[in-house]
Nanobody
Framework: QVQLVESGGGSVQAGGSLRLSCEAY?????????MGWFRQAPRKEREGVAAIDSDGRTSYAASVKGRFTISVDRAKNTLYLQMNNLKPDDTAMYYCAADTICPVMISTFLHPSGESLDWGPGTQVAVSS
């Protein structure tokens, strides 16, 4: 029923790594797309984590820049989020999202408003200290 399906979440200790995956065939097979990762903790607002468009342009939240890497493997129809040096504050439900177009600035995709985005059901990441 869903167009996007995340996997790869889990529980890790601070300093550990995880790689999240998002099956996204209906988007990676298109000429144009914009995809990203978002997260939300129970007591916090949704936060845009990383975004990438079909030209390979990327944008990251300041809180994860240098630690997380977003990428797409078109051959595998998969969006990835490599997360290194995880911190307890990274604990959240992580969602992938996608659209058929990107805003003028890819960073704007981290703060979507008015777009019709597809969302995955999410995968939980828990980082303990």
């Amino acid at each position: 029923q869903v167009q996007l399906v995340e996997s790869g979440g889990g529980s890790v200790q601070a300093g550990g790594s995880l790689r999240l995956s998002c099956e996204a065939y209906l988007y990676t097979s298109r000429k144009h797309y914009c995809m990203g990762w978002f997260r939300q903790a129970p007591r916090k607002e949704r936060e845009g984590v990383a975004a990438i468009d079909s030209d390979g342009r990327t944008s990251y939240a300041a809180s994860v820049k240098g630690r997380f890497t977003i990428s797409v493997d078109r051959a595998k129809n998969t969006l990835y989020l490599q997360m290194n040096n995880l911190k307890p504050d990274d604990t959240a439900m992580y969602y992938c999202a996608a659209d058929t177009i990107c805003p003028v600035m890819i960073s704007t995709f981290l703060h979507p408003s008015g777009e019709s985005l597809d969302w995955g059901p999410g995968t939980q990441v828990a980082v303990s200290s």
